[in-house]
Nanobody, 115 residues
Framework: QVQLVESGGGLVQAGGSLRLSCAAS????????MGWYRQDPGKQFELVAT???????NYADSVKGRFTISRDNAKNTVYLQMNSLKPEDTGVYYC?????????WGQGTQVTVSS
């Protein structure tokens, strides 16, 4: 059973930073393409960032230059460093692992950015 557990969310003022972590069970991180999605208060889902098994990264235009996704295969953990946060970054952030065509999801962590 694959488990993804996010942490690091919270309340921060605009312009601040947060680092989200996604701890995975087993060795799924090293075998998967990992990603972060967010769901805004209006319930829209957005793909925020991805990192492939080979380390290639991709970002939504809305977060380019502000967010950085990284992975530590030895710790089975993926990170999302979020800088220069804006109120529109508010939402529930979900970690995903895509392995052999199946996408696993974490339970999400709330990020709230106040203006």
């Amino acid at each position: 059973q694959v488990q993804l557990v996010e942490s690091g969310g919270g309340l921060v003022q605009a312009g601040g930073s947060l680092r989200l972590s996604c701890a995975a069970s087993g060795t799924i991180v090293s075998m998967s393409d990992m990603g972060w999605y967010r769901q805004d208060p209006g319930k829209q889902f957005e793909l925020v960032a991805t990192i492939t098994r080979g380390g290639g990264t991709n970002y939504a235009d809305s977060v380019k230059g502000r967010f950085t996704i990284s992975r530590d295969n030895a710790k089975n953990t993926v990170y999302l460093q979020m800088n220069s946060l804006k109120p529109e970054d508010t939402g529930v952030y979900y970690c995903t692992a895509t392995h052999i065509g199946y996408k696993y999801w974490g339970q999400g962590t709330q990020v709230t950015v106040s203006s």
